[in-house]
C-alpha cells in the first residue's frame, strides 16, 4: 500500500508563487511515476504535471508549462509542484498520484488518471484576481 499526503496549498493573489509537497510511503518510491491533478469547482479533474522515475522525466498540461515546475526527492520520498505567476484560474484542489508499475510510455498516457492507482486527500490552492 502506499499513501500520499499532499501540503502546500493556502489562499493566494495573482502572481503569487505556492509549492505543493507530497509525502509518500512505500519502499521504492524511486520506481514510482508521481503526477499532480487539480479539480476545480463544477469541472472534471484535469492532468497538471508527472514526473517518471530514475532520470525524471516530466510532463506538463499546456496551462501550466512555463510557471509550475515538478520535481521529485526520493530520499524524501516526496515530490513537489512550484507554482509560480498563479492565475485565478489555478484555483482547484490538487491531488498528488502515483504509479508504480514504471511502464515506458510517453505524455499521452501519463496525463491519464486511470494510469494512477494511488491518490491523495488533496489540497487547496485559492487565487484571488
Known amino acids: 500500500q502506499v499513501q500520499l499526503v499532499e501540503s502546500g496549498g493556502g489562499l493566494v493573489q495573482a502572481g503569487a508563487s505556492l509549492r505543493l509537497s507530497c509525502a509518500a510511503s512505500?519502499?521504492?518510491?524511486?520506481?514510482?511515476?508521481m503526477a499532480w491533478f487539480r479539480q476545480a469547482p463544477g469541472k472534471e479533474r484535469e492532468f497538471v504535471s508527472a514526473i517518471l522515475w530514475s532520470a525524471g522525466t516530466t510532463y506538463y498540461a499546456d496551462a501550466v508549462k512555463g510557471r509550475f515546475t515538478i520535481s521529485r526527492d526520493d530520499a524524501k520520498m516526496s515530490v513537489y509542484l512550484q507554482m509560480n505567476s498563479l492565475e485565478p484560474e489555478d484555483t482547484a484542489v490538487y491531488y498528488c498520484?502515483?504509479?508504480?508499475?514504471?511502464?515506458?510510455?510517453?505524455?499521452?498516457?501519463?496525463?491519464?488518471?486511470?494510469?494512477?492507482?494511488?491518490w491523495g486527500q488533496g489540497t487547496q490552492v485559492t487565487v484571488s484576481s
Open positions: 512505500g519502499r521504492t518510491f524511486g520506481s514510482y511515476a
Open positions: 498520484a502515483a504509479d508504480l508499475r514504471q511502464r515506458p510510455r510517453g505524455f499521452t498516457y501519463y496525463q491519464q488518471e486511470y494510469v494512477y492507482d494511488y
